[in-house]
């Protein structure tokens, strides 16, 4: 798999919610989206949960898609999803839950580049609700590449 931004504040100083991560990963692996899943450092002491999509839903000129997950024992999380094109160009946004000066606690880095935030309201944020939030987004990402 291609590999995941390394871990940057705040994420680095919250332990990581390995029962969730888990739990994230039977759903994920279930998923016919999915191809593949993997943690780091490994399945005993996951710190983050990588997910490589299924590279045959995508348009050729989309290389790799993957999530990245990282949730932790306060409740936060961030799911960044990347897509990388043939041309070099990164397609990315992350649903975020952390303290932070910039934004609510619950933002959203829109795509393409994942720089732009805008608060983000999400009806429940329990781990499963919000894997659906975005896998459903994924979803019609790859509906739009193909449209």
């Not at 348009?59 to 990347?82: C, E, M, N």
């Not at 732009?116 to 429940?124: H, K």
């Amino acid at each position: 798999m291609s590999q995941p931004p390394e871990d940057t504040p705040p994420y680095s100083t919250n332990p990581p919610d390995r029962q969730t991560l888990r739990l994230l990963e039977r759903h994920l692996s279930a998923d016919s989206l999915v191809a593949g899943t993997e943690f780091d450092p490994d399945s005993h002491e996951p710190r983050l949960l990588s997910v490589l999509l299924d590279g045959g839903r995508y348009p050729d000129s989309v290389t790799i898609a993957r999530l990245d997950i990282r949730w932790f024992t306060t409740g936060d999380f961030s799911l960044h999803y990347v897509e990388e094109h043939e041309s070099g160009e990164h397609w990315e946004c992350r649903w975020d839950r952390h303290p932070n000066p910039h934004s609510t606690r619950v933002h959203f880095h829109a795509p393409p580049s994942g720089t732009e935030i805008t608060d983000l309201g999400l009806q429940s944020l329990h781990p499963l609700e919000v894997y659906s939030t975005v896998l459903t987004a994924i979803e019609q990402r790859i509906e739009t590449l193909w449209g």
